[in-house]
């Protein structure tokens, strides 16, 4: 009994918790105006494969900057919900930080139907990695008067995702995430505006143990309640640049031999695709 209660009484004190702080222009900002409210865990963010398609062409009107050389580096997968580049590192050397700066979804109608979404984020684990995800990023939804919300959030997959009410964010506008493992169970996330001048800075302990395998940089479809993913809209290119993701001794891994992973079936109607530029640069094209 006495040992029972014991174990009880250690798994109730390794649950998820965080703690906040801003900066804006320099300035701690009080963060008593952010809320941070809990979105049910909804499934919404695995890496759900659905194929490979390493002839490494590009598909739709937009040409890769990169020559063909390089583009055969990068293989395609095919994903239901994920477009964009996962990279992956050793065991030997697990992921200790994954960074880059993207732009916040600017959203045209794609199906007729409203509200319309795009989430953009950048993550540790989710793909080859699927017990557990660390993630921060921004959704954009489309309304049917034709206005767009953006809301920063953060997530630790299999716990609730968090939107971050009061983060200044609009479509659009530019954000750097810093998604760091300082262990397997313990983060530090740091999600920047960089047209507003505003960093939020969270620290995560006891969360579900990462695997450190994964650096993700994605658009994403999500998964909504019940299941179902929520209709996607069209974008502006989502450029991601300075990619990047260091490791735990140190070494940094850029995108060269990554995954480029386009959103669909098959490369021709995917409705987004990655498209690669750099070692520290690409871009989430919208197709159809
Ligand atoms: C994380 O998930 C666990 C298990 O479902 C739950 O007990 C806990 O309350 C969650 N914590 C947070 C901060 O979401
Ligand atoms: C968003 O896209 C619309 C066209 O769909 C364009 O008029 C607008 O300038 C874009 N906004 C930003 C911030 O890029
Ligand atoms: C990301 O955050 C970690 C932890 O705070 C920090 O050590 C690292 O320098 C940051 N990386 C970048 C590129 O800012
Ligand atoms: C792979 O990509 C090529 C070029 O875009 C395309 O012709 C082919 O149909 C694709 N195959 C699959 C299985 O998607």
Redesign the pocket.
């Known amino acids: 009994m006495r040992l029972l209660s014991l174990l009880f009484a250690s798994a109730a004190a390794a649950e998820l918790t965080f703690s906040a702080s801003a900066v804006q222009a320099g300035k701690k900002v009080d963060i008593s105006g952010l809320e941070f409210v809990p979105i049910p865990p909804r499934s919404r963010s695995h890496f759900r494969w659905s194929g490979t398609n390493s002839t490494g062409a590009s598909s739709g009107g937009h040409k890769s900057h990169r020559s063909n050389e390089n583009e055969k580096r990068n293989a395609i997968s095919l994903s239901s919900d994920w477009c964009g580049v996962s990279q992956h590192a050793t065991t030997s050397d697990p992921i200790k930080s994954v960074y880059g700066s993207f732009t916040a979804p ?1 959203l ?1 109608d794609r199906t007729g139907t409203y509200p319309q979404y795009g989430a953009a984020w950048i993550g540790i684990d989710g793909a080859s990695c699927s017990q557990a995800l660390l993630q921060a990023g921004v959704t954009t939804i489309l309304n049917s008067n034709g206005q767009q919300s953006a809301s920063a959030w953060w997530e630790w997959v299999p716990n609730s995702s968090y939107s971050i009410s009061g983060f200044p964010v609009k ?2 506008e530019w954000l750097t995430v810093n998604v760091t493992a300082t262990s397997a169970t313990n983060g530090l996330i740091s999600i920047s505006n960089l047209n507003q001048g505003y960093t939020l800075s969270i620290v995560l302990n006891n969360g579900p143990a990462l695997c450190r395998a994964d650096a993700d940089w994605i658009v994403e479809d999500f998964y909504g309640t019940g299941g179902k993913q929520v209709p996607f809209a069209r974008f ?1 290119d989502i450029w991601f640049e300075e990619c990047a993701a260091t490791t735990s001794k140190g070494n940094t891994i850029g995108l060269d031999g990554a995954a480029m992973i386009y959103l669909g079936n098959s490369a021709s109607t995917a409705t987004c695709v990655a498209q690669p530029y750099d070692n520290s640069n690409f871009y989430c094209s919208s197709q159809g």
């Open positions: 600017n045209s479509a659009g502006d």
